[in-house]
């Protein structure tokens, strides 16, 4: 089975340029753990729900939370995202991506044309083909 036949295709993206805050409330907002982050229209980044976790800001300090909370929020994307993005393309097969998310323990994998994001494909996505796939061949 191809990434074309499983991938998300109306991936929900944000620019390099914005804030983490802003990326925390996509996050929420779209109810997904991943968001892939552009420069224009060129990958160059991923954030997500975990990046944000192990996210510490430059010398936070533990005593003053809410002052380490603004400057999370307003910390420069690029300092918390995950830059080295693992790619694949349309017609790469489940079983490669599969060997990504259990070799590097990642959780989605952005799927590219050339330069361009066509889609994002999530372990759970992967999970779900497998099943879908062997329910379908117990059924006949």
């Given amino acids: ?11 929900i ?6 804030p983490l ?3 925390i409330q996509i996050l929420h907002d779209n109810d997904i753990r991943h968001l892939p982050v552009l420069k224009g229209e060129e990958l160059v980044g991923l954030i997500s729900d975990r990046d944000i976790r192990h996210y510490r800001p430059p010398d936070q300090m533990v005593d003053e939370n809410v002052m380490a909370t603004v400057e999370l929020l307003d910390t420069p994307l690029w300092q918390a995202m995950t830059s080295n993005v693992i790619t694949l393309t349309p017609g790469d097969t489940i079983d490669r991506a599969l ?15 050339g330069p361009r994001l066509v889609g994002i494909v999530s ?15 117990a059924a006949s």
């Avoid at 993206?13 to 914005?18: A, D, L, N, R």
């Fill in 13 to 18: 993206t944000i620019q390099s340029s914005e």
């Fill in 1 to 11: 089975m191809k990434l074309a036949e499983i991938m998300t295709r109306d991936v």
């Fill in 21 to 23: 805050g802003a990326a």
């Fill in 99 to 113: 060997d990504f998310f259990v070799d590097l323990r990642v959780g989605a994998i952005c799927v590219v044309a």
């Fill in 123 to 137: 372990y759970v996505d992967v999970l779900r083909a497998i099943r879908d796939q062997r329910r379908a061949n």
